[in-house]
């Protein structure tokens, strides 16, 4: 069974999640009202952004949903399923939303899982629950949608390695707990249930592999409920080696 149709625990995919009311109406607040960036924030990952850019800056960009598409039959795109260590939000997996498609680059996706990897033999190394699975929020996007968002004053650059399939997004204060989403902004009693050394440990994780010099990551909105690792593969980590 792929990962679109997988149930949780509580007998209900990702898509029935999508088609219940209650979640509905969240996922939708969601979409229809975007985390809006302060000016320093902005300015703050700009500034860190410098390294990406130059890494990526001179590749093009995917500018419409079809040209993700094609690439994606032609195998130059690799879909991004999920598995036992993390799962993709809602509006990675439906359909109706073609601005977020479950693709990367093939080495940049090999970045995701290995990231995963070491951040579960972490996990399991501190006898943390397995049931926890980490919650990818972003992968690539069209250059199109890239521009909308930079408009409405959300947290995006403007040549952002997302229009490359070369960058990811993990939430950094938010995961799955047998198949639920535990995250400060939809979870009742976030901070007793919240267990921090998921993050603190995938932030050693990425620490550790910046120190390898294969990728670079920004902590977007720190210290905030919509805290954010964002994720991009350095031209020196190449699965294929």
Same mark, same amino acid.
């Given at each position: ?39 320093? *924030? ?7 952004? *410098?390294?990406?850019? *130059? ?132 979870? *009742? ?53």
């Amino acid at each position: 069974m792929d990962g679109k149709n997988r149930a949780n625990s509580k007998g209900k995919s990702p898509q029935e999640m999508l088609d219940d009311k209650k979640h509905k109406k969240r996922f939708n607040d969601a979409i229809n009202n975007p985390v809006i960036a302060s000016r320093e *924030e902005r300015e703050r990952v700009k500034r860190l952004a *410098e390294t990406e850019l *130059e890494w990526w800056g001179h590749i093009k960009s995917y500018k419409k949903p079809e040209e993700i598409l094609k690439d994606a039959e032609t195998g130059k795109l690799v879909e991004v399923l999920p598995d036992d260590s993390f799962e993709l939000i809602m509006r990675l997996i439906n359909p109706k939303l073609e601005n977020w498609q479950p693709f990367l680059k093939e080495s940049t996706y090999h970045l995701l899982r290995e990231v995963i990897r070491r951040w579960r033999n972490k996990m399991d190394s501190n006898g943390l629950p397995k049931n926890i699975k980490l919650s990818v929020t972003n992968l690539i996007i069209t250059k199109e949608y890239q521009r909308k968002i930079i408009k409405l004053g959300k947290l995006a650059t403007d040549k952002a390695s997302h229009t490359k399939g070369q960058s990811f997004d993990i939430d950094g204060c938010g995961y799955y707990m047998d198949g639920t989403a535990i995250n400060p902004r939809f979870t *009742e009693n976030y901070r007793k249930i919240y267990i921090p050394e998921v993050h603190k440990l995938l932030k050693e994780v990425l620490d550790e592999m910046t120190e390898e010099k294969v990728l670079h990551y920004i902590l977007e909105f720190e210290g905030t409920n919509n805290q954010s690792f964002h994720i991009t593969r350095s031209p020196a980590y190449n699965s294929d080696k």
